[in-house]
DNA sequence: ATATCTGCAAAAAGTTTGCTCTACG
DNA sequence: CGTAGAGCAAACTTTTTGCAGATAT
């Protein structure tokens, strides 16, 4: 997460991924859109996204890059390429909507109803019995989502909100935990 | 107060529920909530509602039959009996959030993504393992939501398993609107 | 060139809240 | 009777939009 501080440009910092040139901005070059500075930095941002960041985090973090964004440009970039598929737009509660790029593969979430912290998981067992349970209805499973909703079972009392940094917590079984 | 001082008698098939006295209503006062006039109305709604209304449609009904009803109220009762379990709140996307009444069973849908028809289903097995999974991770499944998008098999015959704990509820239910 | 995009600010849309009066228990 | 609830409208939030100037192809 967290980007080098740079306007645009080649920043070799991140693992393959430079504000000039990232995978998501080449989705959108090959959905013939026309790349713009301000659109190359949301698609920066989206590629380096490890978490689901609403609009305002995601102006928080392209502003940290180039102070010329706005917000409404953040909001009418989102909704493009969510029209183009290549972002999906989630519904975590609270009022926002969260994106993520669709080639992140395929997972699930579970929602602490309590701080919003999203923790992504993959489960074959599921992915198995969903698609029995399609088939029991005859039908062939082609896609599929799932949410949890649930609520910290040991007696943790912080409520965090701030939409800071992705925080990482303590260690997960299934998969990472991203917000 | 109340009410409309005849019984509601909506004919059809439905169920037996009149205003004063609702299955949710009940519920209300199971809660040790006080029950006013608008919230029997809004509960009486609820209970009668077989689709996922939203705040607007739901003071749409209720002031069908008590004019008196406001939007502030209708929001604030939907939002108390969340809180209480009563109801669940659901995002379809659209900017407003949708109801739905707890008890109506927790079920799932699998949409045909050829002709869009919805199927709902229930699934203990599904929620067993939803509930382990969330376990897993340290949280307690307060709620949660799965949706399948399916194809028909159309060579294949229904294997009536035994194991089909996937019971179709209500492929009746009409009324399609919504994405 | 020129159709599209952006910033800004005002407008929508949905939901919450302060205050006063009403009414449930 | 006392306290929670309801109405009304203003306040809030999140997202959209109109317009004039900037920009990619």
């Not at 067992?125 to 698609?131: H, S």
């Not at 039908?139 to 965090?160: K, N, P, V, Y």
Request: charged share 30%; glycine share 8%.
């Amino acid at each position: 997460m967290v980007i080098s501080t740079k306007k645009m440009g080649r920043v070799s910092a991140a693992p393959s991924t430079t504000v000039g040139d990232s995978p998501i901005a080449r989705l959108c070059v090959k959905h013939g859109l026309k790349m713009t500075g301000q659109r190359r930095v949301i698609a920066y941002v989206l590629s380096e996204a490890e978490d689901h960041p609403d609009v305002e985090e995601l102006y928080r973090r392209a502003s940290a890059l180039d102070s010329r964004i706005s917000v409404a440009t953040v909001y009418r970039t989102v909704r493009l390429l969510e029209e183009k598929g290549i972002l999906e737009r989630r519904d975590f509660g609270g009022g926002r909507a969260r994106y993520e790029a669709s080639e992140n593969g395929h997972h699930y979430h579970l929602i602490d109803i309590d701080s919003g912290k999203v923790i992504e998981f993959e489960n074959d067992e599921l992915v198995g019995l969903l698609a029995k349970i399609a088939a029991e209805l005859g039908f062939d499973l082609m896609s599929h989502r799932a949410e949890l909703f649930g609520r910290r079972i040991s007696s943790s009392s912080q409520q965090g909100d701030s939409a800071a940094d992705a925080a990482v917590k303590a260690a997960a079984r299934s998969s990472g935990h991203k917000e």
